[in-house]
């Protein structure tokens, strides 16, 4: 079994425990559902670094990142250092993050925040909505055509951007449809956990102009940066790199005005 397959086989009875205790009703009475979001991929179009810092304590690659941080603290400080947009990883087991993250990174912060998770169903959706996303992302290896279709639109229909995530041409090709905003190549290899930029710039060329680029994972320097964006990549998303320092806001400024 490999590592999404592990995962997503945790998140199915995750959601059955959870749907049980607040049903999808509770969600969206909650007030945080009905607030107005602000788009990732037109804060990635309008801007000249393309960041977007993600939270993340611990990963299957990595287990040990940043235990000691608080959430509120890096979300200010990213938004300080003039990022985009903010990704948090919300599964607890493989990561160690949670949607309580998500909430208090919303109250932290007014920049578009992403809900980083395996996302199976409608249901984590209307929670993302309920916990202050503005962004969902979906990742094409665990998804079918139909289940992207649906799982966009219902986002689209909640204002919400979608970020689709792929891993290779075959991921790609099933997965283009208008009701995404920006495409998402991870450079991260889920078999061996080496990354590689080179995946994002082959499929560059592959994804339609009407998509954002968003090179995800293993970037951790300014020239890999500037080589990307020769190659139409107009987001970056960065998450060890920053969070394995003491102040990852403070780190990603730097990083920013050397970008400039
Ligand atoms: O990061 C992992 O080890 C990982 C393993 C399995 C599935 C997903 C994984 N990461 C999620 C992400 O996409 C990254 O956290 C994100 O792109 C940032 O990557 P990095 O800058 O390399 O921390």
Redesign the pocket.
Known sequence: MN??DK?VADKFKEIQLKQALIPSAQLEKSPIFQRETTSLASALKNSKSGIIA?H?RR????SM?NQSLNVQDVASGYEDAGVCGM?V?TDSK??GGSLEDLLLARASVKMPLLR?E?IISEYQILEAKAHGTDVI?LIAAILTRDEIKTFSELAKSLGLDVLL?VHNLEELEKSIMPSLDML?V???N?KT?E?STNISKELSAKIPQDFVKVS?????SIAAIKDLKQYGYQGF???????KTDDPGKYAKEFIQQLS
């Open positions: 590592i999404l995962i993600e993340k990963s299957p690659s990595k990142i990704s990883l493989y990561f980083k395996f992302l995530e998402g991870n450079n991260r889920l956990f990354v995800e994972s293993g970037i951790s998303l960065i998450g060890e790199n920053f969070m």
